[in-house]
């Protein structure tokens, strides 16, 4: 699972950015340039690694911020963006064919419903409600790539939930074969899943490996039986390990692990154990997520008592033992919740400059435009946001009724784009150069921002950031809490708030 978005009564588990306004490049990094240490060995690592950071500087300084898949995020989503919109955006787009596509499928079945989850799912075992889906699905992707026309190309596919491997074999195959009938996937493309190891196993995972699938993420969130049992979640560590290894054999390029931390009944060594065991496996990449506790957008949560949760200090105490640990072990910390192996794709683009940022979290594979398939995906295309409806029935109907099953979604403007563009160029690089962005949008950047410049200075006097007159890098401090950092250049933020409160996450 991925942490906790914008919305999470409406937003998918992982989730992608153009422009109709003129040719400006796609991505660009726009930070400072900064000595990195990312390619060294583990052993070089040891004496080149990050000062520790302490619970008490990240209690001081947490508190709820968007993680920025988007600006604006989803909480600026709203009604007057349906069909009609999406079908001209893709129409437009269409027009751009030899430029890749990102595809994003949520398959939203469980075969439980995990008491923590903050995810669009839907709980069944009915094999004919999820062929039912299926087939609407592969309607939805029908109609898109017939929108689409020649603009085929895909180098990026991630099939999110839910719970995908849930799914019965022969829709997970049929699915497949549609997209590969209906898209061209690029030979070096990233074409993942998420898989459940509970209802996984070896033979599954090599099949999917056959299917194309060349990247997992295993969901494991912690080994410990108490905190399963608290979080409705009972699972064998010997069954996550037994997909780990069977991923491994199989010849999945690239393995993800997701824990989460902040859950009912976790103690520092529990968790503790659960990170040096993950370790040991040496997956890819491992993310360390941080539990939302929102009852009052999710009632399944309400099963969870406040009493049985982590105090605030407790929480980020696992928080920094876990980073600590991942450190020490090797690992090269990505945002605010990534860690990737040094040789990784990740680590590499994060040295490199190459970062980018998409609804699925952090990527490095190029995509101009992302298409969100299936109920509550979300798509990012033509200066455009556009979502599907979020409920099953509602998500099935429209798609009955011959149409896509848009129902809510954001057009951005030029100064949308400009502000997003810093946003994620400092979620990626962890820092911003004015006159890259100067030169690239024909302003002055301190007589555009000089509201959010004061606003960096205090972050620079909190120790947040290094702040000088050609920019600012964030600090080791900075680069846990760039959810803060890049607040001040969120125009949009102060209207969310008092629209809804507890909007947003901790940033922590």
């Keep these: 699972m991925r942490g906790p978005p914008e919305d999470p009564t409406l937003m998918s588990k992982r989730q992608c950015s153009t ?84 595809l994003y499928v949520h398959l939203p079945f469980c075969d439980t419903k995990c008491t923590f989850c903050g995810c669009t799912m839907v709980v069944t075992r009915d094999a004919e409600k999820m062929d039912i889906y299926t087939r609407h699905l592969e309607s939805e992707i029908v109609a898109v790539s017939s929108l689409l026309g020649e603009r085929r190309g895909v180098t990026q596919l991630h099939l999110g939930g839910g719970t995908p491997n849930h799914l019965p074999k022969d829709q997970i195959e049929r699915l497949m074969r549609l997209v590969r009938d209906r898209f061209e996937l690029a030979v070096d493309a990233e074409i993942s899943l998420e898989v459940d190891p509970r209802v996984g196993s070896a033979d599954q995972v090599d099949r999917l490996r056959e299917l194309g699938f060349n990247r997992v993420s295993f969901g494991v969130q912690d080994f410990d039986p108490g905190v399963q049992r608290a979080i409705n979640r009972r699972q064998e560590a010997s069954a996550g390990v037994e997909c780990f290894e069977a991923a491994r054999a199989a010849g999945f390029g690239g393995i993800n692990i997701d824990l989460v931390f902040g859950l009912p009944g976790q103690t520092r060594a529990g968790f503790g154990r659960t990170v040096e065991r993950l370790i040991d496996l040496r997956p890819d990449r491992i993310a360390v997520f941080s539990f939302a506790y929102v009852p009052w957008l999710r009632p399944h949560q309400k099963a969870i008592t406040p009493e049985s949760l982590p105090r605030a200090i407790e929480k980020l ?27 990784d794709e990740l680590a590499r683009a994060l040295a490199a400059g190459r970062l980018r940022r998409n609804f699925q979290g952090y990527t490095v594979v190029p995509g101009s435009d992302c298409i969100g398939l299936g109920m509550s995906g979300i798509g990012d295309l033509g200066g455009a946001y556009v979502q599907n409806d979020a409920d099953l029935k509602g998500y099935s109907s429209r798609i009955e009724a011959g149409r896509l099953a848009t129902y809510r979604g954001y057009l951005r403007d030029e100064e949308d784009d400009l502000r997003k563009e810093i946003i994620h160029g400092m979620l990626c690089c962890f820092g911003l150069e004015y006159s890259k962005i100067e030169s690239r949008w024909g302003i002055d950047f301190a007589k555009r921002f000089p509201a959010e410049l004061r606003e960096l200075e205090r972050l620079a006097d909190d120790g947040l950031i290094q702040l000088d007159s050609a920019g600012f890098r964030a600090t080791e401090l900075g680069k846990l809490l760039i959810r803060i950092v890049a607040m001040p250049f969120d125009a949009h933020i102060d209207a969310v708030r008092a629209r809804q409160e507890n909007t947003f996450s901790q940033s922590v």
């Design 19 to 102: 422009n109709l306004l003129g040719p400006r490049p796609r991505y660009h990094c726009l930070c400072l340039d900064f000595p990195a240490h990312h390619s060294q060995s583990r052993s070089e690592m040891g004496s080149l690694a990050p000062p520790p950071i302490t619970p008490a500087q990240l209690l001081r300084h947490d508190r709820p911020a968007p993680r920025y898949t988007s600006y604006p995020t989803a909480a600026s989503f709203h009604s007057g963006v349906g069909a009609e919109e999406y079908e001209s955006r893709l129409r437009t787009v269409a027009e751009r064919r030899s430029e890749p596509l990102t």
């Design 317 to 343: 105490t696992l928080y920094c033992d876990a980073r600590e640990r991942l450190i020490a072990g090797g690992y090269v910390q990505i945002g605010m919740d990534h860690f990737a192996l040094p040789d």
